[in-house]
């Protein structure tokens, strides 16, 4: 349609006009119309990412985004959240779209900071990266966010390694998982070392005192499993409690979060993967 409408109470069929954006775009200025603010906005959508066909996966193909994208899948039990880089946080209790349950019980933060990353260590060149590319922030030859319903699926390609991260929820258990999948697509043999992070958080409470409270973790080598637990005095119930297992065999390990970003590190550049391994 040619039409140009510049009323931001329009709904025709024929006005190529978004009426929400529209009437905030006219609270600014009488000089925007519809159809310059619809074309403004759609090139802007489209550089960050795209529907597919079917509308029901949202591709992004921008990593850096100002804000986060944020995908929510989630169960009767358990609620994820999952950004473009594959950060997020998520809660856990018998109600999950909302903080206080059918039995007054705050649910349980998972995570601390949205800190959920793989890191990827190339052992020959020592170079570490993410296939979402944050926190490392080194820069990828390519990427992709794909954002369905109810899954996140994140494709990291770097130096001719491709990485890609398939996150879900259980159908009826409340446990988040993600498949790993590393593809080497040079010319030569390769070898690299996967790291998944997680730093549990386990509160949603109110404290009683100035003292936080406090997460406590050990691995079980048979299970394969780093379990974490916070036994604080304050805590209000049992809920407190994440594990992180994996079905491959594991190398190394770390359940201290000084152990393994430093002192004084961050998630950007854990000490541990700079200065060599895990203990």
């Not at 079905?247 to 950007?268: C, E, H, I, M, Q």
Request: proline share 4%; with cysteine; charged share 25%.
């Amino acid at each position: 349609s040619n039409a140009v409408c510049c009323n931001s109470n329009c709904y025709s069929a024929d006005c190529l006009c978004i009426p929400v954006l529209a009437e905030a775009f006219h609270k600014r200025s009488d000089d925007w119309c519809c159809e310059r603010i619809n074309i403004m906005v759609l090139n802007n959508i489209d550089t960050i990412g795209r529907f597919n066909d079917l509308g029901n996966e949202y591709e992004i193909v921008k990593a850096d985004l100002k804000r986060p994208m944020v995908n929510y899948f989630w169960n009767e039990k358990i609620l994820s959240a999952v950004n473009q880089n594959g950060g997020g946080n998520g809660g856990y209790r018998g109600m999950t779209s909302n903080y206080i349950g059918e039995v007054g019980k705050p649910r349980a933060n998972l995570l601390g900071n949205g800190n959920r990353y793989v890191y990827i260590r190339d052992e020959e060149s020592k170079e570490l990266w993410n296939p979402g590319w944050y926190p490392v922030k080194n820069s990828l030859d390519d990427y992709r966010c794909v954002h369905g319903l109810g899954y996140s699926i994140i494709d990291g390609i770097k130096n001719g390694i491709q990485v890609s991260l398939h996150g879900t929820v259980s159908y009826d258990e409340p446990a988040e998982m993600w498949q790993i999948k590393v593809k080497n697509q040079s010319t030569t043999q390769r070898k690299v070392s996967v790291f998944p992070f997680v730093e549990f958080d386990l509160e949603g409470y109110v404290h009683n005192s100035e003292f936080d409270s406090w997460v406590r973790a050990y691995y079980d080598a048979e299970k394969r499993l780093i379990f974490a637990e916070n036994n604080a005095e304050e805590r209000p119930h049992e809920w407190f409690h994440g594990f992180c297992a994996i079905d491959y065999p594991v190398k190394a390990f770390d359940t201290s979060r000084t152990a393994f970003l430093g002192a004084y590190g961050n998630v950007s550049m854990p000490e541990a993967l700079e200065n060599g391994g895990l203990t």
